[in-house]
C-alpha cells in the first residue's frame, strides 16, 4: 500500500550535480540519471523525481514528493509551507538587487517610487520593496534578468548571485542584499508525520555523508 | 462585507444571536462551501467544501473526545484507511513561547525548529537565546512526544509559565477519553501543531492519512471565541474536513465506489391504474421503477428501455394478481409471471 519515498531532485543548472553527490555520499545511487524524469535509485524504498529547482517547493508542499533538495531562496520566494529539514550547504548564493554600472542610483535609497524591477522572485522582490515603502513596479520575467536594463526594461534587477561573474559580465553592481541561500533538504508536512522513520534514517544518512 | 473563509465564526454568531435559550451542550454539524484566497503560484481552488461539526457549551475532556471520535469515525466511514490524529495544544505552546521572552520573528523560528523535530538544532537555538534550565527542558521533552501517554511523563514545568501544568493535566485527560473509545493509537502527539487559527485555546488537532500530502482537515477547542459575538463565554470545540481532499485522498488509496446494482424497471400498461400501483408496489420493494408516461407501443417501449438502459420492462395486465409479461432487456426473452413472483426472483 505504501508508496516509495519520493525525492525531487533539481533537473538542471548548477543545483544538478552537487544534489546528486550529496545523495550519493549518502549511499543512494540514481540508477537512471541519463534518461528519465522519475528513476529508481540504489535504495528500492526511495525513488527520485527530476523537477525544476524552481518547482520543488511545490511539489513538496502539495505532497506530489515527500522530500526535494532545491535552494532556500525559492522555498521563500514560492511562500511553500514545507519543514526545511538540513542545510546540505551547497548552492550558497546571495539576493540581490542590481543596477547598471553607470546608473545613478547608488543605493537603494536613491531608488524612486516608480522604478521598474525586472525579476525571477516577484514574490521576495515586492515584500522587499514594501518593506522599505517603495511601490516599485515589479516585472516577473523567466532566467535572464539580466538583460532587462541593457534594453531599457527596468531600471534595476533583482536576481541570485554566486560568484558575481555574471553581474560583472552584465555591468552591472549590487547595491543591497535581501538575503543570503544555500541548498535545502525540503519535506512535505504530513510526509514527516506518515514516513517519519524512513525520512529520519534518510537525514541521518545524508548527515553522516558529510555536508558540504 | 466578507466571504466566509470557514464556518466556525459564522456558527458562533449563529449560536450567540439565533440560540440564546437552547439547552448546553449544543451539537451542530455544517456542510458548507466556503472561499480562501491566495496569492500563490498556484491557482488553488477559491472555493471549496467543508463538512464539520461544532460541539457548543462544554469544555470537558470528554467533549474533546467525543469530537476527535467523530472524527475518526467520518473518516473510516467514508472508506479511508490508515487514518491518523496528530494533536497539539494552542494553549500550551502559546504560554511555553510567551514564556521565552523572544521577539515574534525568533518565535517564529522556534516554531520552526519544533516541528523539524531537530533535538541538536533545538538546542543550539535555546543555548544561543539564554533559556531557562527548567524551561529548555520543557521544550526539549515536549518536542520529543510522539504519543499523548509520553506527555503526561513530562516533568513538572514551573508554575511561573501561564497555565501549562492545566493544560499538561487536559492532554493527559484527553488522552484518557481516547482510550476509552479505544481510538488512542490512531493519536499522535505534536507539539508545534497549530493550524495557523489564532482563537484555538486548547487541544488542536489535524486528520491525515499517508500518500496524501495536505491534511484532510481538523480542528480543536476555542474557548474564548463565541463571546466576541455575545457577551457570554460560551466554551466550544470542533472539527471541519476538506470534502475535496477527502476525495482525493479516497483516489489516492485507490478506493472504488459500489455501483450503484439497483436494477431499473419500467412499468407499461393499457391500465393505468394498474401501472401505477405496480411503480409503487415495484418502489415500495425497493427497485427503481419507472411508469411509461409515453404510452408508446410495445416495440418502442423495448427499445427505449435497451437504449436508456433499463433491465425489465413489466407489461401489467388489468390487476397486479393477473400474472405480468416481464421482458429481460439483457437475453431479450419475456415470460408470464406475477409480480411478486418476479420480484422474488429478483431478490426484491
Given at each position: 500500500m505504501k508508496r516509495k519515498i519520493r525525492v525531487a531532485i533539481p533537473s538542471k543548472g548548477r543545483l544538478?550535480?552537487?544534489?546528486?553527490?550529496?545523495?550519493?555520499?549518502?549511499?543512494?545511487?540514481?540508477?537512471?540519471?541519463?534518461?528519465?524524469?522519475?528513476?529508481?535509485t540504489s535504495d528500492p524504498r526511495f525513488e527520485?523525481?527530476?523537477?525544476?529547482?524552481?518547482?520543488?517547493?511545490?511539489?513538496?508542499?502539495?505532497?506530489?514528493?515527500?522530500?526535494?533538495?532545491?535552494?532556500?531562496?525559492?522555498?521563500?520566494?514560492?511562500?511553500?509551507?514545507?519543514?526545511?529539514?538540513?542545510?546540505?550547504?551547497?548552492?550558497?548564493?546571495?539576493?540581490?538587487?542590481?543596477?547598471?554600472?553607470?546608473?545613478?542610483?547608488?543605493?537603494?535609497?536613491?531608488?524612486?517610487?516608480?522604478?521598474?524591477?525586472?525579476t525571477e522572485y516577484p514574490n521576495l522582490s515586492r515584500k522587499y520593496f514594501e518593506g522599505l515603502g517603495k511601490q516599485v513596479e515589479i516585472l516577473r520575467v523567466r532566467g535572464t534578468s539580466e538583460l532587462a536594463p541593457k534594453l531599457g526594461l527596468a531600471q534595476i534587477i533583482v536576481d541570485v548571485s554566486s560568484t558575481g561573474e555574471t553581474l560583472l559580465k552584465n555591468n552591472l553592481k549590487v547595491i543591497a542584499t535581501i538575503l543570503d541561500s544555500t541548498c535545502r533538504l525540503a519535506c512535505n508536512k504530513i510526509a514527516f508525520r506518515t514516513s517519519e522513520s524512513e525520512i529520519n534514517e534518510f537525514l541521518s544518512r545524508l548527515r553522516r555523508g558529510g555536508l558540504e | 462585507m466578507a466571504l466566509?473563509?470557514?464556518?466556525?465564526?459564522?456558527?458562533?454568531?449563529?449560536?450567540?444571536?439565533?440560540?440564546?435559550?437552547?439547552?448546553?451542550?449544543?451539537?451542530?454539524?455544517?456542510?458548507?462551501?466556503?472561499?480562501?484566497?491566495?496569492?500563490?503560484?498556484?491557482?488553488?481552488?477559491?472555493?471549496?467544501?467543508?463538512?464539520?461539526?461544532?460541539l457548543v457549551g462544554c469544555n470537558t475532556p470528554e467533549a474533546d473526545g467525543e469530537v476527535l471520535a467523530l472524527l475518526i469515525s467520518s473518516l473510516k466511514k467514508i472508506g479511508?484507511?490508515?487514518?491518523?490524529?496528530?494533536?497539539?495544544?494552542?494553549g500550551l505552546l502559546k504560554d511555553l513561547l510567551k514564556a521565552t521572552g523572544l521577539d515574534e520573528e525568533?518565535?517564529?523560528?522556534?516554531?520552526?525548529?519544533?516541528?523539524?523535530?531537530?533535538?541538536?538544532?533545538?538546542?543550539?537555538?535555546?543555548?544561543?537565546?539564554?533559556?531557562?534550565?527548567?524551561?529548555r527542558e520543557a521544550f526539549l521533552q515536549l518536542s520529543s512526544c510522539r504519543r499523548l501517554d509520553e506527555v503526561s511523563s513530562v516533568s513538572p514545568v514551573s508554575?511561573?509559565?501561564?497555565?501549562?501544568?492545566?493544560?499538561?493535566?487536559?492532554?493527559?485527560?484527553?488522552?484518557?477519553?481516547?482510550?476509552?473509545?479505544?481510538?488512542?493509537?490512531?493519536?499522535?502527539?505534536?507539539?508545534?501543531?497549530t493550524r495557523k487559527i489564532e482563537y484555538y485555546t486548547g487541544i488542536v488537532f489535524e486528520a491525515s492519512v499517508p500518500n496524501l500530502g495536505l491534511p484532510l482537515g481538523?480542528?480543536?477547542?476555542?474557548?474564548?471565541?463565541?463571546?466576541?459575538?455575545?457577551?457570554?463565554?460560551?466554551?466550544?470545540?470542533?472539527?471541519?474536513?476538506?470534502?475535496?481532499?477527502?476525495?482525493?485522498?479516497?483516489?489516492?488509496?485507490?478506493?472504488?465506489?459500489?455501483?450503484?446494482?439497483?436494477?431499473?424497471?419500467?412499468?407499461?400498461?393499457?391500465?393505468?391504474?394498474?401501472?401505477?400501483?405496480?411503480?409503487?408496489?415495484?418502489?415500495?420493494?425497493g427497485v427503481v421503477a419507472l411508469l411509461d408516461v409515453k404510452k408508446s407501443d410495445e416495440k418502442k417501449v423495448i427499445k427505449y428501455a435497451k437504449l436508456a438502459g433499463i433491465d425489465?420492462?413489466?407489461?401489467?395486465?388489468?390487476?397486479?394478481?393477473?400474472?405480468?409479461?416481464?421482458?429481460?432487456?439483457?437475453?431479450?426473452?419475456?415470460?408470464?409471471?406475477?409480480?411478486k413472483t418476479f420480484l422474488q426472483s429478483i431478490g426484491g
Open positions: 544538478r550535480q552537487p544534489s546528486i553527490q550529496a545523495l550519493q555520499r549518502a549511499d543512494i545511487n540514481i540508477l537512471e540519471e541519463e534518461r528519465a524524469y522519475v528513476s529508481k527520485a523525481i527530476f523537477a525544476r529547482a524552481f518547482d520543488v517547493p511545490l511539489y513538496v508542499q502539495y505532497g506530489a514528493v515527500d522530500l526535494g533538495i532545491t535552494g532556500h531562496d525559492l522555498i521563500l520566494e514560492r511562500e511553500a509551507d514545507v519543514h526545511e529539514l538540513l542545510d546540505l550547504g551547497f548552492g550558497k548564493c546571495r539576493l540581490v538587487v542590481a543596477v547598471p554600472e553607470n546608473s545613478t542610483i547608488r543605493s537603494i535609497n536613491d531608488i524612486s517610487e516608480v522604478a521598474r524591477v525586472a | 466566509r473563509p470557514e464556518m466556525t465564526a459564522p456558527v458562533a454568531r449563529i449560536v450567540t444571536t439565533r440560540m440564546p435559550s437552547a439547552p448546553e451542550p449544543i451539537r451542530l454539524f455544517y456542510v458548507c462551501n466556503v472561499f480562501r484566497y491566495s496569492q500563490s503560484y498556484v491557482e488553488r481552488g477559491r472555493e471549496f467544501r467543508q463538512a464539520g461539526v461544532e479511508l484507511k490508515e487514518v491518523r490524529v496528530d494533536v497539539g495544544h494552542a525568533k518565535k517564529g523560528i522556534l516554531q520552526g525548529l519544533l516541528g523539524y523535530r531537530d533535538e541538536a538544532r533545538l538546542k543550539k537555538f535555546m543555548d544561543q537565546n539564554i533559556f531557562p534550565p527548567k524551561l508554575s511561573k509559565y501561564g497555565k501549562t501544568e492545566d493544560h499538561l493535566r487536559n492532554l493527559s485527560e484527553v488522552r484518557d477519553v481516547l482510550a476509552d473509545y479505544g481510538i488512542e493509537n490512531l493519536v499522535f502527539f505534536n507539539f508545534s501543531l481538523g480542528g480543536g477547542r476555542y474557548d474564548d471565541f463565541i463571546e466576541k459575538f455575545g457577551k457570554l463565554k460560551i466554551p466550544a470545540t470542533g472539527f471541519a474536513l476538506e470534502i475535496e481532499k477527502c476525495l482525493q485522498a479516497l483516489d489516492a488509496q485507490g478506493f472504488q465506489p459500489q455501483k450503484g446494482e439497483k436494477i431499473g424497471i419500467l412499468v407499461t400498461s393499457r391500465f393505468r391504474n394498474a401501472a401505477i400501483k405496480a411503480v409503487n408496489a415495484l418502489r415500495n420493494a425489465y420492462v413489466i407489461f401489467v395486465d388489468s390487476s397486479l394478481e393477473k400474472p405480468a409479461t416481464v421482458y429481460d432487456a439483457k437475453s431479450d426473452v419475456s415470460r408470464n409471471v406475477k409480480i
